[in-house]
């Protein structure tokens, strides 16, 4: 089968209302273009579960029932797209882990089994108001520990920096819980910054974050993190989505729905930031890591 497609294919595909979707990407390599794309298709009903990715416009849109994380804002006073959820009656549950636990819960989703144990969340409140955390003792030593419930997403998202064409995706840098919740997912979409052909990937297999046979869809979609930085390829870009009423609701009227996909929305963002923005946040002139011999 072949599995690479556009956006609009793979999310029409993979990605269902009443979805719980792991979003993977913790302040580097968000799949921003996916969210995007998400966010466009109107796929509502969304158990998110992140670490630190940016889920703002799914919140924003009234397209997310629950949030899974280690930490996300919650104030509607302190955020329009909260604030606009609320509105719309639409605001979020949040079931709270410590970054620890949504990486235990998902780590525990990738190995196919129940629950994890951990000291980790004895002496907070955690267990009190996450039904999904239990303490127990410890059949063993009969001391204390937490039962994590284990999380495993109806589909995984994630942007890397090179994967073939049969979904072997390769990501380095900074990488969150990136390896434990894409392998946890049953759906597995791979966004990618260019496709390369897989002689690449088996020369270095190391970063191989994702064996092939496990995804569903490849998508090339060059920046397709923007506006997080990815390692190796570019920083960060800001200024361009707002939180306040007037930023943020110019933004989903003009480069969300305004746009027919992210090709489209990187053409518009050149025509705010500049025709040579993307060309700017480019890294230029990396500094190489020492050569590493994997052959024998």
């Not at 799914?58 to 959820?85: F, H, N, R």
């Not at 009190?128 to 997403?153: E, H, M, Q, W």
């Amino acid at each position: 089968m072949n599995k690479v497609m556009t956006m609009k294919e793979a999310v029409s595909r993979y990605v269902k209302s009443g979805d719980t979707v792991f979003v993977a990407g913790a302040q580097h390599g968000t799949p921003n273009a996916a969210i995007h794309e998400i966010t466009r298709q109107r796929i509502d009903h969304l158990a998110v579960v992140s670490v630190l990715a940016q889920s703002t416009l799914l919140i924003g849109e009234g397209l997310v029932d629950k949030m899974i994380t280690g930490y996300a804002a919650q104030d509607p006073a302190e955020s329009y797209p909260l604030s606009k959820a609320k509105s719309l009656n639409r605001l979020p549950i949040f079931e709270e882990y410590s970054h620890f636990g949504i990486s235990l819960a998902l780590f525990a989703g990738y190995m196919g089994i129940p629950y994890i144990p951990t000291k980790g969340h004895l002496g907070s409140d955690m267990p009190k108001y996450n039904k999904n955390i239990k303490v127990s003792d410890c059949p063993f030593t009969g001391s204390k520990v937490a039962l994590i419930r284990a999380v495993v997403p109806d589909a995984g998202i994630i942007h890397v920096q090179r994967a073939d064409v049969d979904g072997n995706a390769q990501k380095w840098g900074s990488v969150g819980v990136d390896m434990e919740g894409i392998n946890a997912s049953r759906k597995i979409i791979v966004t990618t910054e260019k496709i390369v052909d897989s002689d690449v990937i088996r020369r270095d297999p190391n970063r191989t974050i994702i064996p092939g046979f496990r995804v569903s869809a490849v998508v090339e979609q060059p920046f397709g993190a923007f506006p997080a930085r990815l390692a190796g390829c570019y920083n960060s870009g800001t200024g361009v989505m707002r939180t306040d009423e007037e930023g943020f609701e110019k933004y989903v009227r003009e480069l969300v729905y305004g746009a027919a996909d992210w090709n489209e929305y990187i053409e518009k963002v050149k025509t705010i930031k500049g025709q040579d923005f993307f060309d700017k946040i480019r890294l230029k002139k990396p500094v190489m890591s020492d050569p590493i011999i994997t052959g024998s």
